[in-house]
C-alpha cells in the first residue's frame, strides 16, 4: 500500500524568501505525485502533479516540485514566497500506474510573514 | 477547467436528522467519486469510492449505512449522513477523477461543513 509523509507540521518563512515543502513517499511501483494546496474551509486547489518525464514539475502560481525516485521524494519549492502563500499544503500519491484512490500526507501548514 | 459543484457549502443539523451532500461534475463525466472527511487541521480520511452505476467501496472503519453513497450517473455523486450524531460534525469533500482525461488528474470540490447540534 502507498504512503505518504510531511514531515514537518507548520513551515514558517518570511516574505520573499525560498519556501519548501517536504514530502517522501512509499508505493510499490512508480507512483503518481501531487501537490495540492487548501485554505481554511475551502476543497482543495490542484498545484502540479509527477506523472512521468521531466523530474522537475512546475505548476501555479509560481511552485514547482522535483521528483527524486532514489530518495522517493517530491519536495515542493518556491524561490520566493508571498503572505498569500500561506495556506495548508498537502502532498498526495496514487495508486501505482492509475487514477485510483490518493493516499494524502498529514498536511504542512505554511506560514509566510511580511 | 474542469469543476466540480459540491452543495451545500454548509449544513446544520439535529441530532438524528439525515443529511444529503452533493456533488456535481459539471463539465465532463466523473467515472469515480472519492468522498473524503476532514478533521480541523488534519488531513483527508478517504471514506469511500464509488464507480458510476456500481455499489460505493467504503474504506474500513466506515459504516457503510450511516454514510449512504449514491453514484447513479456520470455527472452526480451524493453522500447522505443518516442519523446524524455530533460526532458526524465535520468537512466532507468529494473528489471526481476521469481515468486520465483531467489534465489535473483530480478534481475537488468546494467542500461541506457539516455541523450537528
Known amino acids: 500500500a502507498q504512503s505518504v509523509a510531511q514531515p514537518e507540521d507548520q513551515v514558517n518563512v518570511a516574505e520573499g524568501n525560498p519556501l519548501t515543502v517536504k514530502c517522501t513517499y512509499s508505493?510499490?511501483?512508480?507512483?503518481?505525485l501531487f501537490w495540492y494546496v487548501q485554505y481554511p474551509n475551502r476543497g482543495l486547489q490542484f498545484l502540479l502533479k509527477?506523472?512521468?518525464?521531466?523530474?522537475l514539475v512546475k505548476g501555479s502560481y509560481g511552485f514547482e516540485a522535483e521528483f527524486n525516485k532514489s530518495q522517493t521524494s517530491f519536495h515542493l519549492k518556491k524561490p520566493s514566497a508571498l503572505v498569500s502563500d500561506s495556506a495548508l499544503y498537502f502532498c498526495?500519491?496514487?495508486?501505482?500506474?492509475?487514477?485510483?484512490?490518493?493516499?494524502f500526507g498529514a498536511g504542512t501548514q505554511v506560514v509566510v510573514t511580511p | 477547467g474542469a469543476v466540480v459543484s459540491q452543495h451545500p457549502s454548509r449544513v446544520i443539523c439535529k441530532s438524528g436528522t439525515s443529511v444529503k451532500i452533493e456533488c456535481r461534475s459539471l463539465?465532463?463525466?466523473?467515472?469515480?467519486m472519492f468522498w473524503y472527511r476532514q478533521f480541523p487541521k488534519q488531513s483527508l480520511m478517504l471514506m469511500a469510492t464509488s464507480n458510476e452505476g456500481s455499489k460505493a467501496t467504503y474504506e474500513q472503519g466506515v459504516e457503510k449505512d450511516k454514510f449512504l453513497i449514491n453514484h447513479a450517473s456520470l455527472t452526480l455523486s451524493t453522500l447522505t449522513v443518516t442519523s446524524a450524531h455530533p460526532e458526524d460534525s465535520s468537512f466532507y469533500i468529494c473528489s471526481a477523477s476521469s481515468r486520465g482525461f483531467l489534465i489535473d488528474g483530480y478534481t475537488f470540490g468546494s467542500g461541506t461543513r457539516l455541523t450537528v447540534v
Open positions: 498526495a500519491v496514487s495508486e501505482t500506474d492509475s487514477w485510483g484512490k490518493l493516499q
Open positions: 508505493v510499490s511501483g512508480n507512483p503518481y
Open positions: 509527477y506523472i512521468t518525464g521531466d523530474n
Open positions: 463539465d465532463f463525466q466523473a467515472t469515480t
